[in-house]
Nanobody, 120 residues
């Protein structure tokens, strides 16, 4: 079992910055991909950014150039630095981790989420 705990959300003015953290614990071996997703009220959950254990990153088009995902393997933690925040970034942000196995389906884990509100 893997436990993911997010932190760092809050209220920020447009143009401001926040840094989200996600700490993983438990059976953390073989975690290949970690990422951030977000869900606004009335909308589907969407991908924000992902990072592999080898350092490859991927971003949603809407956040490219503003958000940066990073991973500290020694601390088993993934971060999301969010700059130039816009009201449309308001959502609950959830951490995700995927364990890729040789045989069988990959295992996916989710945190409970941290709320980000961008408002003047």
């Amino acid at each position: 079992q893997v436990q993911l705990v997010e932190s760092g959300g809050g209220l920020v003015h447009p143009g401001g910055s926040l840094r989200l953290s996600c700490a993983a614990s438990g059976s953390i071996s073989s975690i290949n991909v970690m990422g951030w997703y977000r869900q606004a009220p009335g909308k589907e959950r969407e991908l924000v950014a992902t990072v592999t254990s080898s350092g490859w990153t991927n971003y949603a088009e809407s956040v490219k150039g503003r958000f940066t995902i990073s991973r500290d393997n020694a601390k088993n933690t993934v971060y999301l630095q969010m700059n130039s925040l816009k009201p449309e970034d308001t959502a609950v942000y959830s951490c995700n981790a995927v364990k890729t196995v040789v045989i069988g389906a990959p295992l996916t884990y989710w945190g409970q989420g941290t709320r980000v509100t961008v408002s003047s």
